[in-house]
């Protein structure tokens, strides 16, 4: 099988490594890539080498967490899955695998969505938990901050859920991306008026959630700074990622205390009244309601694609990337003629 391995910062090679699916173990399931997604900002800091990503080993590395493949073959102990399946996993950019569908987080993604939105599946699952996690009520007006492919997903998926959405960005190719994916306002993060303005997009009554998924220092400060009093500011960014010290203070007590507003990490379990269902339990749910919204037609993150390469092409991918090319959003790489027989 071919896979992508990062030997060191801007360093990426495709090889060719072994694979046996003739003996698979009873709980093991066997799947051939179709597409796999390109997670803008994680992978660009994974391949520019600005720190070692969470959880990843050191150098040589797998890189990607976003695979759409069909299963080939499953153990006599799997159940849930069968061959022909299409599922969703965070298996890595590579032509095919064996895990388990614990290891590999697998869903079975549904007849009727399209690949191209069914690959961006846990990119998406990750932007509603943003909403989840920071106990959106439907009415609030959320404002998102950061117009990557996790803050668009935000964007399409805040409408869906009952917000009232603005977005907030700095280039106005992004906030037409946001336009197409179903913002209520758009605003630019420079304007020297956005607070008026978007004081005047929540009818006075101020920004309830913002959703925070730029990295750089003055995007949280934007972040805090147009908050309500007593609102929510759910961080899903890696703040300060790549950069100098701070020249303000970022708990300050006029945006923290005096406000009295709440910063929460989009990260670990959804706040639950009813306890019951754990972290990975809950993630599996969020992936399988919005491939439904998929299925349906009212989440499509398709309509962002602006790159469908062959897998061979993949360097160019990163290597736009990491030139922060604004004209590149939804990324997929096409595996399947990978595959030998």
Known sequence: MKIAILHGPRDLRIEDHELDPSNLAPD???????????????????????????????????????????????????????????V???????????????????????????????VFGNLYSLSAHCYHKALLRPGETVAVVGLG???????????????????????????????????????????????????????????????????????????????????????????????????????SMQLFYIKGISLIAICGEDPNLFPGAGGDVQQTRHRAHLFTLMADGLLEPKRLVTHRLHYTRMVEAYEMAYHRDKTMMNVVFDWRDAHAG
Not at 193 to 202: G, H, N, P, R, V
Request: glycine fraction near 14%; charged fraction near 20%; aromatic fraction near 8%.
């Open 88 to 118: 969703l996993s965070q298996m890595h950019h590579q032509s095919e695998y064996i895990c388990t569908p614990a290891e590999g987080f697998l869903v079975k993604v549904p007849d009727g969505v399209d690949p191209e939105d069914a």
């Open 149 to 251: 492919t996790l803050g668009l997903g935000a964007v399409a998926i805040g409408p869906l859920y009952g917000a009232r959405t603005a977005a907030i960005g700095n280039s106005d190719l992004r906030l037409e991306m946001a336009d197409r994916m179903g913002a209520h306002g758009l605003f630019s993060s420079d304007d020297p008026e956005l607070a008026a303005k978007l004081d005047e997009f929540s009818d006075g009554r101020g920004i309830d959630l913002v959703i925070l998924t730029a990295n750089p220092w003055p995007a949280y400060r934007t972040a805090v700074e147009i908050v309500r009093p007593g609102g929510r500011v759910g961080i899903v960014s890696l703040l300060g990622r790549g950069e100098e010290g701070l020249e303000f203070n970022p708990l």
């Open 28 to 86: 093991q399931v066997w799947v051939r890539t179709i597409v796999t997604g390109f997670k803008i900002g994680t992978d660009r800091g994974n391949y520019e080498g600005a720190e070692d990503v969470p959880g990843a080993p050191v150098y040589p590395r797998w890189v990607g967490d976003s695979n759409l493949g069909e299963i080939r073959g499953v153990g006599s102990n799997v159940t849930g899955f069968q061959v022909g399946d299409r």
